[in-house]
């Protein structure tokens, strides 16, 4: 069963950090792209950043910049969304997605997309 999921999101105080995982099974994630996505209460859900089959980053937000970086570490078959310097506008559902092809922000234009975790930024 081909299944992908976000964890190890929770609550964290403004200024800190969270180290998100995006876990494939069923799949290789060698050849695929990984964007991750946010929904924040009321908002659309947005592309933030995706990183390439070779590790190349895409930005597809600029308050991210800076604060987010993505890994991989296809031995493991996870991706990994490290947030530093997290603000109260971080808060949000974030989810990753996979896509055999270049980074793309189009949640729709995904292979497999996976089912998100909690980040709450508060004090």
């Known amino acids: 069963e081909v299944q992908l999921q976000a964890f190890g999101g929770g609550l964290v105080q403004p200024g800190g950090y969270l180290r998100l995982s995006c876990a494939a099974s069923?799949?290789?994630?060698?050849?695929?792209?990984i964007t991750w996505f946010r929904q924040a209460p009321g908002k659309e859900r947005e592309g933030i950043i995706c990183?390439?089959?070779?590790?190349?980053?895409?930005?597809?937000?600029?308050?991210?910049?800076g604060r987010f970086t993505v890994s991989r570490d296809n031995a493991k078959n996870t991706v990994y969304l490290q947030m530093n310097s997290l603000k109260p506008e971080d808060t949000a559902v974030y989810s990753c997605a996979a896509r055999n092809y270049i980074c793309?922000?189009?949640?729709?234009?995904?292979?497999?997309r996976g089912k998100g975790t909690q980040v709450t930024v508060s004090s």
């Open positions: 069923g799949f290789s994630l060698d050849y695929y792209t």
């Open positions: 990183i390439q089959m070779r590790g190349d980053t895409v930005y597809y937000t600029n308050p991210v910049k």
């Open positions: 793309s922000g189009d949640y729709w234009g995904m292979n497999y």
